[in-house]
C-alpha cells in the first residue's frame, strides 16, 4: 500500500534562510513519481516541483530542490533563501505508475517564514 | 488555458438536501480526480476517472455521495443527502497522463467550500 508520511506539522525559518521539509513514503512499486504542493492561506494548490524514482539527479525548479534518497524512502523538500511569501502548507505526493495511478497526500507542513 | 475549472466556489446548504459539484477538467487531460480537503483528515482522494471510467472510488465515504464523468469535458461529485460532517473543500484535479514524467503531474482547480448546516 501507498502511504505518504510527513513528521513536521508547523516549522519556522527566518527569512534568507534555508529550510528543509521532510517526506518519507512508502511503496512496492518501482515505478512511481514524488511531488510537492504548496498551498497558500488562499487555498489553491501550487505544483512545485517532482522526482521520478528511476531520475539519477536531485530534481530542481529554481529555489526548491528535492533531496531524493531512494534507499531511505525519503524525499524532502529544501527551500533556498526563503520568501515571506513562502508562509504556506506544503504537501508531499507520491502516485505509483502501474495499475494504481492515484496521487496520495502527507498531512502536510505549515512553514511561516519570519521576518 | 483556462486551467480547471470548479463551481460553485462556495456553497452553503442544509442538512438533508442535495448538493451538486462541478468540475471540467483541462482539454486532453485523461484522468480527473475529486479530492476532500478537511483539517481532521486532510486531502483525501475520494474517486478517480481515467478517459470518463471511474477507475478507484474507494474513498468514497458512503452511498450518500456519487460522481460521474459522462463525457471528457465534465465530471459532478453528488452527495445526497447531506450532513453537517460532509462540510469541506472539494478539489477536483486533472492530469494528462500517467506513467512517468510531470505528465503524471495533477493540476488542481479552485476548490468548492462546501458548508452543511
Known amino acids: 500500500a501507498q502511504k505518504i508520511t510527513q513528521t513536521q506539522p508547523g516549522m519556522f525559518v527566518q527569512e534568507k534562510e534555508a529550510v528543509t521539509l521532510d517526506c518519507t513514503y512508502d511503496?512496492?512499486?518501482?515505478?512511481?513519481?514524488l511531488f510537492w504542493y504548496k498551498q497558500p492561506s488562499s487555498g489553491e494548490m501550487i505544483f512545485l516541483i517532482y522526482?521520478?524514482?528511476?531520475?539519477?539527479q536531485n530534481a530542481t525548479e529554481g529555489r526548491y530542490s528535492l533531496n531524493f534518497q531512494k534507499a531511505r524512502k525519503s524525499a524532502n523538500l529544501v527551500i533556498s533563501a526563503s520568501q515571506l511569501g513562502d508562509s504556506a502548507m506544503y504537501f508531499c505526493a507520491m502516485r505509483n505508475g502501474g495499475a494504481t495511478n492515484k496521487l496520495i497526500f502527507g498531512t502536510g507542513t505549515l512553514l511561516a517564514v519570519q521576518p | 488555458d483556462a486551467g480547471v475549472i470548479q463551481s460553485p466556489r462556495h456553497e452553503v446548504t442544509e442538512m438533508g438536501q442535495e448538493v451538486t459539484l462541478r468540475c471540467k477538467p483541462i482539454?486532453?487531460?485523461?484522468?480527473l480526480f475529486w479530492y476532500r480537503q478537511t483539517m481532521m483528515r486532510g486531502l483525501e482522494l475520494l474517486i478517480y476517472?481515467?478517459?470518463?471510467?471511474?477507475?478507484?472510488d474507494s474513498g468514497m465515504p458512503e452511498d450518500r455521495f456519487s460522481a460521474k464523468m459522462p463525457n471528457a469535458s465534465f465530471s459532478t461529485l453528488k452527495i445526497q443527502p447531506s450532513e453537517p460532517r460532509d462540510s469541506a473543500v472539494y478539489f477536483c484535479?486533472?492530469?494528462?497522463?500517467?506513467?512517468?514524467?510531470?505528465?503524471?503531474?495533477?493540476?488542481f482547480g479552485s476548490g468548492t467550500q462546501l458548508s452543511v448546516l
Open positions: 482539454s486532453g487531460h485523461d484522468y
Open positions: 484535479a486533472s492530469s494528462p497522463g500517467s506513467g512517468t514524467g510531470t505528465n503524471e503531474k495533477l493540476f
Open positions: 511503496t512496492s512499486d518501482p515505478s512511481y513519481g
Open positions: 476517472f481515467n478517459n470518463n471510467v471511474p477507475i478507484d
Open positions: 522526482q521520478g524514482s528511476y531520475d539519477q
